[in-house]
């Protein structure tokens, strides 16, 4: 994709938009349940905390861990063959920045009646069953206070997703879920960084002193 950004001849092979598609529909479903093992885990620390070590103990983190894996790497198997033995129009020409299951469905001259069934059942249940699991976990006001960070970063990066996977089938939607493609492809990556260490104090007294206001600016005391 950022080849195909900087440089003049955007192309790619057949071969490489399978392997496109496949790593980013692996990489992207495994990050929807992650996020939601996340939010798993904060309320759990915030409302049981006592029983905190015994809950999420180290074997159900290797275990948490091994599905989120696998559920996206059996979404990308049953999804990405699917999307690409579809009839394709003669001008391939992929309306996106990435070969992605909503741009190549519509590049397709054949009947894609399956593959949207296909798309919307696991849009179910990889982005709106975890997405209502985190908010059901964010209920109590204290997590969401404690755990804000976390709460942004899920919002952005699912909200951009439901843009691009549930949108309906007109223009305007198309070109929007182009936009909203590149955000969480690119744009909400490049943001976690900086919304997760923002609550860190150490973290927001070096952004002041680098705006050239130091959060502590305290008389110096001689000893």
């Not at 900087?6 to 790593?23: A, D, E, P, Y």
């Not at 861990?65 to 391939?92: M, Y």
């Not at 997405?131 to 942004?152: D, E, M, N, P, Q």
């Amino acid at each position: 994709m950022l080849v195909n950004l900087w440089g003049l001849t955007k192309t790619i092979s057949f071969l490489g938009c399978f392997v496109q598609l496949f790593i980013f529909l692996a990489l992207g479903t495994t990050e929807c349940i992650l996020l939601a093992v996340m939010a798993f885990d904060r309320y759990v620390a915030v409302c049981q905390p006592l029983h905190y070590a015994t809950i999420i103990h180290p074997r159900l983190c290797w275990q948490l861990a091994a599905v989120a894996w696998i559920v996206g790497l059996v979404e990308s198997v049953v999804q990405t063959p699917s999307t690409l033995r579809l009839p394709f129009c003669p001008h391939h020409r992929v309306d996106d920045f990435v070969c992605e299951v909503p741009a190549l469905i519509r590049l397709s001259c054949g009947d894609t009646t399956y593959n949207e069934i296909q798309m919307a059942v696991a849009s179910v249940f990889i982005l709106v069953v975890p997405l209502s699991l985190i908010l059901v976990s964010y209920g109590r006001r204290k997590a969401f206070g404690t755990c804000s960070s976390h709460l942004i970063v899920v919002t952005l990066f699912y909200s951009s997703v439901i843009a691009v996977y549930l949108q309906p089938k007109n223009p305007y939607a198309q070109e929007r879920g182009k936009f909203f493609g590149l955000f969480y492809a690119v744009g909400t990556p490049s943001l976690n960084p900086l919304i997760y260490t923002l609550r860190n104090k150490e973290v927001k007294r070096a952004f002041w002193r680098l705006l050239g206001k130091d959060a502590r600016t305290k008389p110096w005391r001689a000893t």
